[in-house]
């Protein structure tokens, strides 16, 4: 049973920074992307950053020069360091985590709060 447990989250103000970390277990295989997405209330979820397992990023155009994801392979975790957080940053994080074993199979963990008051 593949966990993925999120720490980091909290309260900040404007132009703050926090840092997330995502730690997983659980599979027999490596993940082959990992990342995080954010969901606002009244709002869909949404992409914040993903990385692969070789160190290849993509990020959401909202959060480019602010956020950086990183990933310890060894460790199966992931990271997200958030500077100049804006109000419109806050939001429920979610952890993401990709394996592929003849399809793909994604997982989700629980959320966390990351709240920006001006």
């Known amino acids: 049973q593949v966990q993925l447990v999120e720490s980091g989250g909290g309260l900040v103000q404007v132009g703050g920074s926090l840092r997330l970390s995502c730690a997983a277990s659980?599979?027999?295989?490596?993940?082959?992307?990992m990342g995080w997405y954010r969901q606002a209330p009244g709002n869909q979820r949404e992409l914040v950053a993903t990385?692969?397992?070789?160190?290849?990023?993509n990020y959401a155009d909202s959060v480019k020069g602010r956020f950086t994801i990183s990933r310890d392979n060894a460790k199966n975790t992931v990271y997200v360091q958030m500077n100049s957080l804006q109000a419109e940053d806050t939001a429920v994080y979610f952890c993401?985590?990709?394996?592929?074993?003849?399809?793909?199979?994604?997982?989700w963990g629980q959320g966390t709060q990351v709240t920006v008051s001006s």
């Open positions: 659980g599979s027999s295989r490596s993940f082959f992307e």
């Open positions: 993401y985590a990709r394996v592929i074993f003849g399809r793909r199979y994604d997982y």
């Open positions: 990385i692969s397992s070789g160190g290849t990023t």
